[in-house]
């Protein structure tokens, strides 16, 4: 990596990130900013190998830039390193276009082993994203194959029943009757093997029904 683009708020960490990416690559050229605004004018003035990005800047989230870069630098390989480790921020990053997501908890040697990795075609993981990943996807993959047998009406109506609808106010919302309800319902807990409405409104939630 010949150049790079450190884009962190805080001082002492942005300098904690400036020696960390020196280790990985010490004959880089290595530029900060500090907010998105500066971040943005410096983009727009030069090209950059790698750009280090943090999600929580004073003007705005990181993930703009992470856009910006993506689709404006699609040469520069854009890595995240944040506190925030939940599956929305990594999911809504990795998304918008990072290649690698490190936590800045990680002990200084597996933040700078990680960074290495990329040069060999790796992405930059902590191994808690790399878990989380996997287990967003093993859910998200569960949750598809347990409603893939409902047809479109059953999807309906638990979409209802997930929502805390009693059967009467599903049969006026759909059109049908309060016994056609209850036989979808049957049917619905047969096919995903629950048994009470706190199960089908999770399982609702889940396969993004409500």
């Given at each position: ?17 400036r ?117 967003h ?24 029943i997930g ?8 049969a ?39």
């Amino acid at each position: 990596m010949k150049t790079i683009l450190i884009i962190e708020d805080i001082a002492e960490t942005r300098l904690w990130l400036r020696e960390t990416a020196h280790m990985a690559f010490p004959d880089s050229d290595i530029q900060e900013a500090s907010t998105i605004r500066e971040a943005a004018a410096i983009i727009a003035r030069n090209a950059f190998d790698l750009a280090i990005v943090d999600l929580g800047l004073p003007d705005g989230n990181g993930t703009n830039i992470i856009a910006a870069l993506s689709s404006g630098r699609p040469e520069t390989t854009i890595v995240v390193a944040t506190v925030m480790g939940d599956d929305a921020s990594v999911v809504t990053a990795l998304a918008k276009g990072a290649h690698g997501y490190l936590l800045k908890d990680s002990p200084q040697e597996a933040f700078v082993r990680q960074l290495t990795l990329i040069e060999q075609g790796a992405p930059a993981l902590s191994p808690a994203i790399a878990r989380r990943i996997m287990e967003h996807f093993r859910r998200t993959a569960i949750a598809e194959n347990e409603g893939s047998d409902l047809t479109p009406r059953e999807r309906d109506v638990l979409g209802l029943i997930g929502r805390g609808l009693r059967n009467s106010e599903a049969a006026r919302a759909l059109g049908l009757s309060e016994n056609t309800i209850a036989s979808h319902i049957k049917s619905v807990y047969a096919k995903l093997g629950i048994s009470t409405r706190a199960e089908a409104a999770l399982l609702a939630a889940r396969l993004g029904l409500t």
